[in-house]
């Protein structure tokens, strides 16, 4: 449990900036991640030294409720005894072996039980969402024999080159290189629609009937900030996609087992072709899934040519803490219970942002949630930009010093554990309170 006694301001204090200082020297930028580096909310980041439930220890000895969560698949809270008990066991057999294992077995039965997309399918346990995104992709291509594939602007599905792509104008636009680094012709087989727009995916589909291969996209967008998918979309586009015979791919890194017990796909009711998983699959652990129909997933290497590997692939520590985290989401389901939390938390800054006058505009699916600093409705990339990043950085600090931790980003969703509790909740809401009202007086 957190002593209430201890420093609530999570701004980086002595410890933290000389680690960053450090840190620059051996790391770019001193992260290994970009949005670590909070350039876009100011500040340096705190150092994070440990985490349990709900919370967050910094090195600088700052406790602070947490609604990253390791973004996201930290869905029973930090350091869950049971996962760690099990993770232990399991690196005390080692910590790699390269070679099949039982477990294995398990966690991929886990899994297709409860994906609708792998009922009666495969999975195959990879390393990363990133590693998973990549090789479905390479897999719903060899699959078809066609070439492109389609991606919503604003979603992020990793940073394999064929999906670093910068938005362009218009419904349907070519995909152009969003890195540096990535040649023009890695991505001219990457093509561009807004999220939430069937219209333009079927002009797509009508401009090239032949050559789609795949469309890729996150059921619940998580990385332009929390969009849903409009009423309607999700299913529209599994129907013209079947009908184009193009496979259908939900990323759910972030919503899969989050936002229902089998993903989006559970909680829309509808089941797409393939599906890709992340780091929830291992409670947090890096690991990576992709699988689907059961003819689909038979291309793959070492049962069809369409190659992928990895030497860590299902390795025993991650797996363990898979199957455990997801025995205990069965145990104890909790999902009604975030719902109802998230749905308080939710509400409770809209009218804090209204008592201020500031603006504000919340979404929210499930345990995922975003408070957009705009007035109307976001449906979209472009929807998203709108939103008052100054006002944002602003808050962020602000709530910060509170002893909130948040996303360092407008355009990230947070979420919420099954260990943030009641009391927890009103202690983020009165921090909400007295950050919008600093963030007020000083415009």
């Known amino acids: 449990m957190a002593n209430s006694s201890m420093p609530r301001d999570g701004r980086a204090g002595a410890r933290s900036h000389a680690l960053f200082e450090s840190a620059q020297q051996v790391i770019p930028g001193g992260v290994n991640s970009p949005v670590r580096a909070f350039k876009s909310v100011g500040g340096e980041p705190p150092f994070v030294k440990r985490a349990e439930g709900a919370r ?13 969560g390791s973004w996201g ?3 029973l809270g930090h350091a869950h005894p049971e996962v760690v008990d ?15 294992t039982a477990a294995e077995i398990e966690l991929a039965s886990m899994i297709c039980e409860r994906v609708p ?76 629609v807004p999220w939430n727009d069937i219209a333009a995916i079927e002009a797509l589909i009508e401009r090239w009937p032949d050559d789609i291969a795949a469309i890729i996209i996150e059921p619940v967008v998580g990385n ?59 409670g947090g652990m890096p690991i990576g899934a992709y699988g689907g129909k059961r003819e689909i997933m038979q291309r793959v290497a070492p049962l069809g040519p369409v190659y992928q590997a990895g030497t860590l692939s299902g390795n025993p520590v991650a797996v363990a803490a898979g199957i455990t985290t997801l025995r205990l989401l069965d145990r104890d389901p909790p ?3 975030l719902e109802r939390r998230s749905a308080l938390l939710c509400d409770g800054l809209a009218e804090r942002a209204e008592r ?16 957009f600093f705009q007035r109307g409705e976001v449906w979209n990339y472009d929807d998203a930009k709108r939103s008052d990043t100054a006002l944002f950085g602003a808050y962020f600090r602000e709530m910060l010093a509170r002893g909130v931790y948040l996303a360092p980003s407008q355009f990230e ?23 919008m009202a600093a963030v007020a007086a000083s415009r």
Not at 132 to 161: C, P
Not at 261 to 274: C, F, K, L, S
Not at 425 to 432: P, Y
């Open 224 to 282: 332009m900030g929390c969009v849903p998918p409009r009423p309607g979309y999700l299913e529209r586009l599994r129907e013209i996609t079947a009908q184009h015979e193009i496979v259908l791919i939900f990323d759910e890194v972030m919503t899969g087992f989050r936002v229902a017990r089998g993903g989006a796909q559970e909680r829309y009711g509808v089941t797409p072709d393939m599906t890709t998983l992340g780091k929830i699959v291992g």
């Open 356 to 371: 201020h006058g500031l603006p504000w505009t919340g979404t929210r699916v499930g345990s995922m949630f975003t408070g």
């Open 117 to 192: 997309s792998c009922h009666g399918g495969m999975v195959r346990l990879c390393n990363s969402g990133t590693e998973a995104t990549m090789s479905a992709l390479r897999v719903a291509r060899g699959f078809t024999g066609r070439d492109k594939i389609v991606k919503t602007d604003g979603a992020y599905h990793g940073h394999a080159d064929t999906l670093l792509v910068a938005a362009g104008s218009g419904a349907a636009t070519l995909g152009i290189p969003g890195s540096a680094g990535v040649p023009d012709s890695v991505v001219a087989d990457t093509l561009l």
């Open 413 to 435: 969703a947070a979420f919420l554990s099954a260990a943030h509790d009641d009391d927890i909740i009103a202690a983020t809401l009165a921090a909400a309170d007295e950050a």
């Open 56 to 68: 967050i220890w910094t090195e600088d000895g700052a406790c602070l409720i947490d609604y990253v």
């Open 335 to 337: 999902w009604a219970q």
């Open 73 to 75: 698949p930290a869905i």
């Open 86 to 100: 099990a993770v232990v066991r399991a690196a005390r057999d080692g910590l790699s072996f390269g070679a099949p």
